[in-house]
């Protein structure tokens, strides 16, 4: 009988976004949509409508939006007449800032994309805080934020990142084979995040 690890993983779909695709992904609706069927799976514009509290006139032309440049596709399985079920084309987006240097409008396009991600870092880490006292000790142990310190060349950080990366990529295949009715388990959110040490400290 085989083991866990000799049932081959679903690699990570990944897509690194070109200019076209990051000036149409830099919209706090398309964002949502895209974490939306990222996390809750294929669905129709109604139903990610109301998930995030928009009208499904809004939603629809969004998700056309994301698809005309790849980023979300049609799910042929589920669609029926004209209801339309849509799916994320991928389950990551990759990018490096620098991608975007001779191009103002990409540029800034990605620079409001990474603003939008420490927005939602700040945001669940404020539902965290609210909420934690009804969490069980092992959980409010394991949840939470830690920092370090290093002097470090922006290869070796780079080499560092990818490690990190890699060490989540694993942990994430072991999960998809996890029991899923374990009353433990529950979905976590990971950040992964790097800055210059600021002056003065």
Not at 3 to 29: F, G, S, T, Y
Not at 86 to 114: G, K, L, M
């Amino acid at each position: 009988m085989a083991n866990d690890e000799d049932v081959p993983q679903p690699a990570l779909r990944e897509v690194r976004i070109d200019k076209r695709q990051v000036r149409v992904l830099a919209h706090p609706l398309r964002m949502r949509l895209i974490g939306a069927l990222r996390v809750k799976g294929p669905a129709t514009a109604t139903t990610l409508a109301e998930l995030l509290g928009t009208n499904t006139g809004a939603t629809s032309y969004h998700l056309r939006q994301l698809a005309e440049v790849g980023l979300v596709i049609e799910d042929p399985d589920r669609g029926s007449g004209r209801q339309r079920w849509w799916q994320a084309a991928h389950d990551v987006t990759n990018w490096e800032p620098s991608d975007f240097d001779d191009d103002p409008d990409a540029r800034a396009a990605i620079e409001w994309i990474q603003g939008d991600q420490v927005r939602l870092l700040a945001e669940t880490a404020d539902r965290w805080f609210a909420t934690q006292h009804e969490w069980s000790p092992a959980w409010r142990d394991g949840f939470g934020m830690s920092d370090t310190l290093m002097t470090i060349p922006p290869a070796r950080l780079d080499e560092l990142k990818n490690e990190v990366w890699q060490l989540l990529e694993r942990y994430r295949q072991e999960a998809e084979t996890a029991d899923p009715t374990d009353p433990e388990a529950q979905p976590v959110q990971i950040f992964l995040a790097a800055y210059p040490l600021r002056e003065g400290l």
